[in-house]
């Protein structure tokens, strides 16, 4: 199978706007459901300490959760959601084994968790924007930091008057790798859904976590501040409320919105990206589902799998190295379509290959983060391309991945509608 360069997709226009289908990546907390974090953090603390009471002492609980959210808030570990982040530190710090209090924590989100709905407020302009943009066709996706459980998610998704399934996709800690203070985190979020193509705009009221790490990985963002947009900040971009915005959606031409994902920190994060999402989107698949195929033609999840992870260890390995060997090198595509015939993906075990590909991904973020900053525009000559530089050939790695997302998801669609 050749590199994948995305290509310039054309979308049906309506005089000059554009119709391909908009993307909004919802903020929760203050965007959605009014919570006053002073006031909700502390409860919430104090409420889990309460159902812990009296094994452990309230102030251990609050270190061990508060240890455990920092030690989620810096994991950068493809391989790992941040449920499991945070077991590898808020047991040790009570000194407990780790899944001792399992049991009274599920009971505790299922109990005690909904009596703080009245430490939060519905947002009077929330229900009116997302049941307009479900009438605009909108895919909607609730992008809230992935440092609470689906059950408390979920919790304050109803609070904030919206049933869960009214949303594509949910970030929660069992399921996701980043926090939002890291652009791969966005980049999760759309692997998630797909990595379709078309526009896509980042919805929130925080500057450091919902703002800059989407436009760091490329995406339009609307900083949702509850003041006029006639005044926009120059961090922020587009700012306002949530009426400003289905304004500014309703005149605009969606195409302004479409991600760019060619600077170096969105390569990364696209990079980085990558196994979080296949691992998220595999678990808890039956060795069938592995192994089924949509048609005798096309590749099964583990082929896939296989071809990505064989890939990245013999080819795009030994392709970024090149980089090193001289000036203007030149960058050999060999083909790798013949691979799953003549290696058997077939009957390979599709997790295994996973977590190889995992080990193989972690090398190659390592290869890309120690080339120095003028390194990304060493020049090179591609066996496909021509003339390209290290960003842009890295690029190309990164929209290989998106191709082979776009598959794995249509694929596991298929066979959840079985």
Known sequence: MRAFRAPKKKSLKRGKFHLMTLTLLLDLDDTLLGTNQDVFIPAYFQALSARLAPTLAPALVARALLAGTSAMNGSENHSRPLSEVFDDVFYPTLGLQKGNLDSAIEKFYDETFPTLEPVTQKKPDAKPFVEWAKTQGFR?????????????????????????????LISSFEDFHFSKSFPAYYAEVLGRIGWQEG?????????????????????????????????????????????????????????????????????????????????????????????????????????????????????????????????????????????????????????SALREFNEARQDTLEMLKNMPGAGWERRARHAIFGPTNYREFAGFMADHDRMHIQQAWKLLKNISRE
């Open 140 to 168: 909607l996706v609730v992008a809230t930091d992935p440092l609470l459980p689906r059950k408390a998610t979920y919790h304050r998704i109803r609070w904030a008057g919206f049933d869960p399934a009214e949303f594509e």
């Open 199 to 351: 526009p896509v705009l980042m919805v929130g009221n925080d500057l450091q976590r919902d703002i800059l790490p989407a436009k760091r990985l490329g995406l339009q963002t609307f900083f949702l501040d509850g003041e006029s947009a006639s005044n926009p900040g120059p961090e922020a971009g587009l700012r306002g409320s949530l009426p400003d915005l289905r304004r500014y959606l309703e005149s605009a031409d969606h195409s302004v919105l479409n991600p760019n994902f060619t600077s170096k920190e969105s390569i990364l994060a696209i990079h980085a990206s990558t196994p979080a999402v296949l691992n998220g989107l595999t678990r808890g698949l039956s060795p069938e589902q592995w192994t089924r195929k949509p048609s005798p033609a096309e590749w099964n999840l583990t082929e896939l799998i296989c071809h990505l992870r064989d890939t990245e260890r013999e080819i795009h390995h030994m392709q970024l190295k090149l980089f090193d060997a001289g000036s203007e090198p030149f960058i050999p595509r060999p083909d790798t379509g013949v691979w799953a015939s003549q290696r058997d993906y077939l009957h390979e075990d599709g997790a």
